[in-house]
T-cell receptor, first 118, second 114 residues
């Protein structure tokens, strides 16, 4: 069964460093998402991406964050200058159809990357 | 305002007991989707079910069942004859026509005691 994959599973970085989190969405999916989950808290939406551009982003997704689809398979989240409060689990998700239309399709999540900022 | 509320933070049951996880949502859209995801200790989010706002028929899948009631804006999840492997955090989520994101509840941590 196809699945979303994410690398690395755990990333440790120093405050102020740049990190890139990588995701390989399900191959025939066209809509991609990043979410984060601070330890013990709920899953929060960061950004959605379609047709090589951001379609929606939350207030959390400020200028420190960027997303990119550098090739036909990868989808990346970059944090330019990490802060302590960026420590969280970051989930990538993908869906075949948009989650802002009809029909709405299910978002399938990757296993997450645990980011620890020291 | 919270779009998805899971009032139960933690629940413990003894194996083979039935347990119901509550989810209450809030939306102005007439078309929306509701989801349940399971997050085991390993951390991944596992899709369990999707339900659209026009289908209030309850669904059963093995030991899992879901009760969707638009009148009370609830989408509750019942596990029958719980097992230790059911121990996880369960998230309810809402998706609206007017946006791309999923709104997650704060999750209910279920512990099934052998």
């Amino acid at each position: 069964e196809p699945e979303v994959t994410q690398t690395p599973s755990h990333q440790v970085t120093q405050m102020g460093q740049e990190v890139i989190l990588r995701c390989v969405p399900i191959s025939n999916h066209l809509y991609f998402y990043w979410y984060r989950q601070i330890l013990g808290q709920k899953v929060e939406f960061l950004v959605s991406f379609y047709n090589n551009e951001i379609s929606e982003k939350s207030e959390i997704f400020d200028d420190q964050f960027s997303v990119e689809r550098p090739d036909g398979s990868n989808f990346t989240l970059k944090i330019r200058s990490t802060k302590l409060e960026d420590s969280a689990m970051y989930f990538c998700a993908s869906s075949a159809y948009p989650s802002g239309g009809n029909p709405r399709d299910t978002q399938y999540f990757g296993p997450g990357t645990r980011l620890t900022v020291l | 305002a919270q779009k998805v509320t899971q009032a139960q933070t933690e629940i413990s049951v003894v194996e083979k007991e039935d347990v119901t996880l509550d989810c209450v949502y809030e939306t102005r859209d007439t078309t929306y989707y509701l989801f349940w995801y399971k997050q085991p200790p390993s951390g991944e989010l596992v899709f369990l079910i999707r339900r659209n706002s026009f289908d209030e028929q309850n669904e059963i899948s093995g030991r899992y069942s879901w009760n969707f009631q638009k009148s009370t804006s609830s989408f509750n999840f019942t596990i029958t004859a719980s097992q230790v492997v059911d121990s996880a955090v369960y998230f309810c989520a809402l998706s609206e026509v007017t946006g791309n994101q999923f709104y997650f509840g704060t999750g209910t941590s279920l512990t099934v005691i052998p």
